[in-house]
């Protein structure tokens, strides 16, 4: 398969407009979380002509609200569902080898308690069939530990019920840069990928759906383009097409909304990620990630719009007694909570079951009309999720269209970002990169840190920001010289169109460093102005719609001061 000169650039907008406009697509995918990214690098690697429309910014959806682990579904064995953890598990050794600057082990403890949901034997027994059916390796692999032990892991555990612990690894992610990452390798394979134009239509010959029916969300301009076959990968909107596609049926979606809270790593100083049980039954998570730790999630049923889901008091409170209940000497209030996000699960609904019981698997609805559409699932099942739809639309294009069928080889493409002689040795990478910037060539000053920061967001893609660090002639502290580098590369490389877009899903600022955030992003917004020659009337609203976001993740505490 040839490689493409395609790149995400917010700069190259108008030319992939035209392209969309100007062919017809062996397939269309709308939606661009990690579902239809995942689909859209699959189809472009077997060949297939793709465009992929996103009415937000990619992942704007669920995919980056998610508590960004890519895991082996331990909580599925509770509820015997052995080949989903079977397939995630394995799931997840493939996306960290494709993607290890974004998809790195984190060593995670779960500690027993005395009339908790797992007992010291299910523990013990359940991490056993959880490693043999994820194919977890070695050193990774579970390890009991005594009540003493568990204690010394984690001094911050109450004692007066604790049993013992499990201490087994997940990976962490960032799932919007993950599915930015993803959307960029599919790039690489000519897939045109478009954010801010929505699906309002489709287009039917014989009863057949040929075309979408598009509306430009930055311009207003409407398009149709025409596809062989089209794919709703639309996340918690799947319904809202399928309605318009008069094929909704019986099966459909129960969403649920899940939150998270984040305090500054001092206020629960966890000396490692832990996943826990709560007074009611269910567990969470609680997981420090460099200057904070951030826990989740809740599960309750969500009839809203999916659009920029809130996290309330109750969702705060309810976690804040969670972590109070087993880690009760760091007594977390609500004025520790720094930031949160809540994110909505696009879940399948099951009669008579409760959002937690309710399954993750994935489900196909192929319509009457052709629509393919992809449901339910998981950030660490993409890949596969991707395989299985990809090969609805091969058999499609060979029965219709006569079309060969390829054979999906997702398991073997480097995600962008990844492709690092030594994967297993980031610190080596880290540590080249950093002397190779401080050459009286570069001349940048920088310190190890500030380098590994950047790779494990942008992996072997740093150098192409230190250059732009590099070239800057103005006359700045290197800090603020390389975010605006990170600015430029997410402007020509990672479709940033908006300031929201950088601080949020590009970069998850405004969840991990949201103090740090109100000091710089007029000046973020100030680079974005000139890189993409905003009007005054476009930044105005860029940021008005910015400082709404700024405000929601505490507007929680809002509440609290009325009460
Ligand atoms: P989305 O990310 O929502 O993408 C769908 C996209 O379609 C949206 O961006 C939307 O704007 C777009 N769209 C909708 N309608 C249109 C239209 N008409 N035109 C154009 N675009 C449209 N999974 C894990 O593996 N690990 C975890 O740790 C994990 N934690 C989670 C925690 C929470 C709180 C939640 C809510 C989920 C979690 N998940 C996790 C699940 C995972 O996040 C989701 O399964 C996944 O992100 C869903 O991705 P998606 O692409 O299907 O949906």
């Known amino acids: 398969m040839m490689m493409s000169d395609y790149q995400l650039s917010a700069l190259h907008r108008n030319e992939y407009l035209q392209k969309a406009r100007s062919q017809e697509f062996d397939v269309v995918i709308i939606g661009g979380g990690i579902t239809g990214a995942g689909i859209a690098l699959d189809a472009a690697s077997r060949g297939l002509t793709t465009l992929l429309v996103e009415m937000q910014d990619f992942g704007a959806g669920t995919s980056s609200r998610s508590t960004k682990l890519i895991h082996g579904g331990l909580r599925y064995l509770k509820q015997l569902e052995i080949n989903l953890v079977r397939e995630v598990g394995r799931e997840r050794a493939i996306i960290h080898e494709n993607a290890p600057h974004i998809v790195v082990p984190k060593k995670m403890l779960l500690p027993i308690i005395e009339n908790g949901s797992l007992g010291k034997y299910g523990t013990s027994l359940g991490l056993f069939v959880y490693d043999k059916l994820a194919g977890v390796d070695a050193d990774e692999q579970r390890k ?126 966890l000396q490692q990620a832990a996943y826990f049980d709560v007074p009611d039954g269910r567990m969470i998570f609680a997981i420090p990630r460099n200057e904070v730790t951030y826990i989740g999630t809740t599960d309750t049923t969500y009839t809203k719009s999916p659009k920029r889901p809130q996290a309330d008091i109750d969702d705060v409170t309810y976690l804040l007694a969670g972590v109070n209940n087993l880690f009760p000497t760091v007594n977390l209030q609500v004025e520790d909570v720094v930031s949160t996000w809540a994110g909505v699960r696009p879940l399948i609904h099951q009669e008579g079951k409760s959002p937690s019981e309710l399954s993750r698997k994935d489900e196909i609805f192929y319509s009457k009309s052709g629509l393919v559409s992809i449901a339910g699932g998981k950030l660490t099942g993409f890949r596969k999720m991707a395989e299985r739809t990809v090969d609805v639309v091969m058999k499609e294009l060979y029965k219709r269209h006569d079309r060969s069928i390829e054979s999906c080889s997702t398991d073997d493409i480097i995600i962008s970002g990844g492709h690092f002689d030594d994967p297993e040795n980031l610190p080596n990478y880290i540590t080249a990169l950093t002397d190779a910037a401080n050459t009286a060539n570069n001349n940048l000053q920088l310190t190890e840190k500030q380098v590994h920061h950047l790779v494990y967001k942008y992996g072997t893609n740093t150098p192409m920001i230190l250059e732009f660090a590099a070239a800057d002639e103005r006359r700045l502290p290197i800090e603020q010289k390389l975010l605006l580098a990170e600015v430029r590369y997410g402007v020509a490389c990672e479709m940033v169109h908006t300031l929201s877009d950088f601080a949020i899903r590009r970069t998850g600022r405004l969840y991990f460093e949201r103090n740090e955030l109100d000091d710089c992003y007029h000046l973020i917004l100030d680079e974005l102005e000139r890189l993409l020659s905003m009007s005054k009337q476009e930044k105005l609203q860029q940021l008005n719609d910015f400082e709404e976001e700024f405000e929601a993740v505490v507007a929680f505490k809002n509440t609290l001061q009325l009460n």
Not at 144 to 169: F, N, V
């Open 144 to 269: 009991m530990q005594s009540k003493e032990a568990t204690a010394e892991l984690e001094p911050l555990l109450r004692t007066d019920i604790l049993q013992g612990g499990g201490l087994y690894y997940e990976y962490q992610t960032d799932d919007g840069r993950l599915t930015i990452e993803v959307l960029k390798t599919a790039a690489k394979y000519g897939a045109i990928s478009l954010s801010y134009v929505k699906a309002v239509g489709l287009e039917y010959e014989e009863e057949r759906a040929v075309g979408v029916q598009l509306m430009d969300m930055l311009t207003d301009e409407q398009l149709t383009v025409r596809a062989k076959v089209i794919v709703n990968a639309a996340g918690p909107w799947v319904d809202e097409l399928r309605k318009k596609d008069n094929s909704l049926n019986d099966k459909r979606l129960h969403l649920t909304k899940g939150v998270h809270i984040v305090v500054p790593y001092d206020r629960l100083p």
